[in-house]
């Protein structure tokens, strides 16, 4: 799944729309759009879009041998 669909998948389960989201994060809608079809956030951007829904975004490396970096 890529980041776009998960930041959807937030949207549906957060009960708001793409368009609110982009409001809660300081941006416009368009903008906002924009960097969805581009694929183009950076892990503080999505910190951002977790806290406005009042989620957490977690990053890792997990090894195969399941040891977490």
């Given at each position: 799944m890529t980041i776009s669909e998960e930041i959807k998948v937030l949207c549906?389960?957060?009960n708001i729309?793409?368009?609110e989201l982009?409001?809660?994060?300081?941006?416009s809608p368009q903008s906002f759009n924009g960097k969805m079809k581009r694929e183009s956030?950076?892990?503080s951007e999505?910190?951002?879009i977790a806290d406005a829904v009042g989620?957490?975004?977690e990053?890792?490396?997990?090894?195969?041998n399941g040891e977490e970096v």
């Open positions: 549906v389960r957060s729309s793409m368009a982009a409001r809660r994060v300081g941006v956030f950076t892990i999505l910190e951002v989620a957490s975004f990053r890792k490396f997990v090894l195969y």
